[in-house]
């Protein structure tokens, strides 16, 4: 029996059923609860982390302000970051800190030339809380106590005025050691999701403002990189500080100039730099002007960088050079510098020792 041919209408609705099938929506995996979340959190905390739900909590919250998501990768980055600044302490202690900061008065006297006998009159006078600036000042413990002491050693003594201007010498703080001048800036640009405790400096030695903009810090902007290491050089060193030393490097290859491979692009004190001046020894071969490279490179702290001219012909100069593909990524080469630090440690040593504690976390999340 010879079968008939179907009609021209099933054809259509046979047609049409299939469209229908491929234009419906991929059903994607639902977002966990945030009980989930924290709950996964607390698993990945040290079992001897005091307030382990609170850490949770704060967590969750400030992944939640910056609507980024928290797969496992990003919160055992976030973990590592506070296990190394802090080990978990929202106002960690530094030793000798009285001892630290009594020499940058002194030092900063003797830039100015106070004599000694003024500085201790200074000291021996009654602070807000009662106290003499000097008691307080040796029995100071935290970041967050010294930089209350400083506000009220600039905002009520003349000569805290003159030795220190408006530059409060603490620039991070927090559980996540995060730059104040950082915190300034991002909450200038995007709104702060709690209520202030006077002001964003005091925010960021909170365990919840520390960590919100530490995590922005650490997470907030689009890089494109192979592994989480460089977000942690970053971190220390500046956004894009990982991205612009590889281009340092590759720039060195083409102009065959040494350079210090540190992330920094430009001088922002209207200086010509390093790395400008070897990018301007090949504006003949890059086809670009003077400005155009200085514009390209004042981009250095954007994701706009990579889409330069300049980004894109140093990169394809260096590697007909090298006769090989280069990296788009390397650690900044840069010696720390701090009264806190007294070994020679370097962002690449800083960078390391995160990404090992990262690794860790990963290795036992459940979702990792």
Not at 191 to 197: E, G, H, I, N, S
Request: net charge positive; hydrophobic share 40%.
């Amino acid at each position: 029996m010879r079968l008939r041919p179907p009609s021209r209408s099933v054809v259509l609705l046979a047609l049409l059923a299939l469209l229908a099938g491929c234009a419906r929506p991929r059903v994607e995996a639902p977002q966990r609860r945030p009980d989930e979340v924290r709950a996964q959190i607390v698993h990945l905390l040290p079992a001897d982390t005091a307030d382990r739900q609170g850490w949770a909590t704060d967590i969750y919250a400030a992944f939640s302000a910056l609507d980024m998501p928290p797969t496992a990768s990003n919160l055992c980055a976030t973990l590592a970051v506070a296990a190394q600044e802090s080990g978990y302490h929202a106002d960690p202690v530094v030793p000798g800190l009285g001892r630290i900061a009594r020499k940058e008065i002194d030092r900063r006297a003797a830039q100015h030339h106070v004599p000694q006998f003024l500085v201790r009159a200074a000291l021996a006078l009654k602070s807000p809380d009662g106290r003499s600036y000097g008691d307080r000042l040796a029995a100071v413990r935290t970041e967050r106590e010294l930089s209350r002491l400083y506000e009220d050693f600039i905002g009520m003594v003349p000569l805290g005025r003159r030795l220190l201007g408006d530059d409060n010498p603490i620039h991070t703080g927090g559980p996540m050691q995060v730059s104040v001048a950082f915190a300034e800036d991002y909450a200038n640009r995007h709104p702060y999701p709690y209520a202030l405790d006077g002001s964003i400096r005091h925010e960021v030695f909170s365990r919840r403002g520390g960590l919100y903009f530490g995590i922005a810090h650490l997470l907030a902007y689009p890089a494109d990189y192979p592994q989480m290491l460089y977000r942690f050089a970053d971190y220390n060193a500046g956004w894009y500080a990982s991205r612009n030393a590889a281009f340092q490097q590759a720039l060195s290859t083409a102009s065959g100039i040494p350079l210090d491979f540190d992330g920094d692009l430009i001088r922002y004190d209207g200086g010509l730099g390093a790395t400008e001046r070897a990018a301007r020894t090949l504006a003949g071969r890059l086809e670009l002007e003077p400005g155009d490279i200085h514009d390209a490179l004042a981009e250095g702290e954007s994701p706009d960088f990579t889409r330069t001219d300049l980004y894109a012909r140093v990169f394809a100069l260096a590697e007909a050079t090298a006769r090989k593909p280069l990296p788009r990524a390397m650690l900044p080469r840069i010696r720390l510098e701090s009264p806190k630090i007294t070994r020679k440690l370097t962002t690449a040593w800083f960078a390391r020792r995160v990404d090992g504690r990262y690794r860790r976390c990963l290795a036992q999340s459940p979702r990792g």
